[in-house]
């Protein structure tokens, strides 16, 4: 790939994620305090506020090579810290989804779980733990992971072992098929 063609790529990667995020990133000032409140910041390959630097320099590709936007956990608490009032985890997740359409998942394990977690609520409405543990260690190959985990939560019965449907599923399933006809319209408009 030429220079020139890199730039046109790069051009068009920031443009559409400007348009999907729908985030203001040229507010951010560096400041750092959402780095500093990330409750998985330790465990990341860059702090979250450089995600935001490369996000405001357009180098989205680099951004979504990252294994930062894939260790999030989206629980906005860089959102809520933002003097500037930035939305850090939509860029977050932005640049999660824009990752997996366009063949950067850097931590593929975190993406099966995710995978695994959908399709247990799209099918029960809920979260049904066991299938989860058993979903993700079957999807990553490691299938013993966290299983001493199991035996103390079943014996307090924190864990449910027999799964149950949410009542009102038609609901939860017309929900899911909304979002996902957002979803396509959203990919049609790139
Ligand atoms: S907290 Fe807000 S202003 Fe500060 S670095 Fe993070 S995104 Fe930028
Ligand atoms: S939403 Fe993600 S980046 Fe933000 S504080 Fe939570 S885990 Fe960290």
């Given at each position: 790939m030429t220079l020139n063609e890199k730039?046109?790529?790069?051009?068009?990667l920031n443009k559409e994620f400007l348009r999907r995020s729908g985030v203001d990133v040229s507010k951010c000032y560096q400041c750092g305090k959402c780095s500093a409140g990330c409750p998985v910041g330790d465990h990341m390959d860059i702090?979250?506020?450089k995600v935001m630097r490369l996000a405001q320099m357009g180098l989205i590709e680099?951004?979504?090579k990252s294994s930062a936007i894939w260790l999030c956990a989206s629980c906005s608490t860089c959102t809520t810290r933002c003097p500037k009032g930035v939305d850090v985890a939509a860029v977050m997740e932005t640049l999660r989804i824009m990752a997996k359409e366009h063949g950067y998942v850097a931590?593929?394990?975190?993406?099966?779980?995710?995978?695994?977690?959908m399709g247990i609520v799209g099918s029960m409405g809920r979260m049904y733990e066991p299938?989860?543990?058993?979903?993700?260690n079957v999807s990553t190959?490691?299938?013993?992971?966290?299983?001493?985990?199991?035996?103390?939560?079943i014996a307090k019965?924190?864990?449910k072992l027999v799964p149950y449907k949410c009542k009102n599923m038609d609901e939860i399933k017309s929900l899911i098929s909304k979002a996902e006809a957002m979803d396509r319209e959203e990919r049609g408009n790139k």
């Open positions: 730039q046109m790529q790069n051009e068009e702090p979250t506020n680099d951004a979504m931590e593929k394990n975190v993406d099966k779980f995710h995978s695994v977690w299938g989860l543990i058993v979903g993700r190959g490691k299938l013993f992971q966290d299983t001493s985990y199991g035996v103390p939560y019965q924190k864990l």
